[in-house]
């Protein structure tokens, strides 16, 4: 069975710093696409930021030179620095990756971890 793990989330004061990992596990021959969303209290989830297989990278405006994304190898782990944060950004993120496997693509979530952002 395919996993997500996602780790480093936590308080931080504005302005700050977190650095976000997900680690896949499980029977995978790639991984396609992974990327980091959020979902803010009475939000709809967003996505942050994605990281493609050959390095593409795509951004939310709102994050645009804050935040970096960052994968390891084609079957992760994948990062997410994020710089400069603010009181908005407070959300549970979630790892998302579209994941090859040996039955065709598999879309994973992580299981999420808080981001507080607060003085």
């Known amino acids: 069975q395919v996993q997500l793990v996602e780790s480093g989330g936590g308080l931080v004061q504005p302005g700050g710093s977190l650095r976000l990992s997900c680690t896949a596990s499980?029977?995978?021959?790639?991984?396609?696409?992974m990327g980091w969303y959020r979902q803010a209290p009475g939000k709809e989830r967003e996505l942050v930021a994605a990281?493609?297989?050959?390095?593409?990278?795509n951004y939310e405006d709102s994050v645009k030179g804050r935040f970096i994304i960052s994968r390891d190898n084609v079957k992760g782990p994948v990062h997410l620095q994020m710089n400069s944060l603010k009181p908005e950004d407070t959300a549970v993120y979630y790892c998302?990756?579209?994941?090859?496997?040996?039955?065709?693509?598999?879309?994973?979530w992580g299981q999420g971890t808080q981001v507080t952002v607060s003085s």
């Open positions: 499980g029977n995978i021959f790639s991984i396609n696409v």
């Open positions: 998302n990756a579209a994941i090859k496997v040996i039955i065709g693509i598999q879309n994973v």
């Open positions: 990281h493609t297989r050959t390095g593409s990278t």
